[in-house]
């Protein structure tokens, strides 16, 4: 194929029944922007309640020009902007319990603020309940956009889809992936390269129940994998490091891998001699 022909080919994909999609850049940006005007501390950066304002009303056109590029028509844009910015103050309230599950579980964490701005578990979830806001309103491509920034930055790979409860606990993050149609309960508490995943990726499931079902208070350790749609941990049990399930699990249980661990001295003795006469 010539450079000519190339380029050609190019231009007529991208100006032929070709779908729009959001500004990447902005949508980093308008990320940044809501997180921190949520959740950086204001002292020193918003002198007056005005300039605070102001700030609100710059993140939410930038959130309008942004949705413009997939939705095109001026009165869906405000209505969706309209039904976003009536959803913020929720969301905040959940993603403070969010942050205060983290402070009184984590015995590093010291305060709410230090979470705020120093957790990339909370940043993950942060930026998931955002974008699962986004997945309700039915805004194309933005939410996955959205989720794969906070996957390049944390490790965490929460896809938008996935219905998580109150009081959800990240520790240390790297690694997770939680599938489009899982469901977490309240107070669940999850470790690094933990995977809630679908046991069958064909396509033709596209629309089915792929992922697990976490119920309340479940604690999944780090490593454990937990697939298909049909699996279901029940409220209130531990899953143990590196466990492998694709099975329900009863409420209250405790499932982990038994393993055997060999210790022995690095320099033993030598065997005994044991002479016949």
């Given amino acids: 194929m010539s450079q000519d022909h190339f380029i050609r080919t190019l231009f007529e994909r991208s100006h032929t029944n070709a779908p729009s999609f959001p500004d990447k850049q902005l949508g980093i940006h308008f990320t940044d922007s809501l997180f921190h005007f949520l959740f950086a501390p204001a002292r020193g950066k918003y002198d007056t309640r005005e300039s605070l304002q102001r700030e609100y009303t710059r993140i939410r056109n930038t959130f309008s020009t942004l949705i413009f590029d ?55 979830t942060a930026v998931y309940r955002i974008a699962h806001q986004l997945y309700g309103q039915q805004i194309p491509t933005l939410p996955r956009i959205l989720s794969e920034y906070a996957h390049s930055k944390t490790g965490v790979d929460i896809h938008p889809g996935a219905t998580i409860g109150s009081s959800f606990f990240i520790d ?26 679908a046991l ?40 143990g490091g590196n466990v492998w399930l694709t099975q329900p699990v009863a409420p209250y249980s405790v499932v982990y891998q038994k393993s055997e661990v060999i210790v022995r001295d690095k320099f033993p003795l030598p065997e005994p001699l044991n002479f016949i006469i």
């Fill in 70 to 124: 997939v939705i095109h028509e001026e009165d869906e844009v405000e209505a969706h902007t309209q039904r976003f910015f009536e959803a913020v103050p929720g969301l905040y309230a959940l993603l403070v319990k969010d942050a205060e599950a983290i402070v009184n579980f984590d015995p590093a964490a010291t305060s709410i603020e230090e979470v705020f701005v120093a957790y990339p578990g909370f940043f993950a």
């Fill in 172 to 197: 240390h993050g790297t690694g997770i992936v939680i599938g489009e149609t899982t469901t977490i309960g309240d107070q669940v508490k999850i470790y690094q390269g933990v995977t809630l995943g």
């Fill in 200 to 239: 069958n990726v064909t396509k033709a499931l596209a629309s089915a129940k792929r992922h697990p079902t976490i119920g309340d208070n479940v604690i999944i350790y780090s490593g454990a994998t937990i697939l298909g749609g049909d699996t279901l941990i029940g409220h209130d049990s531990i899953i």
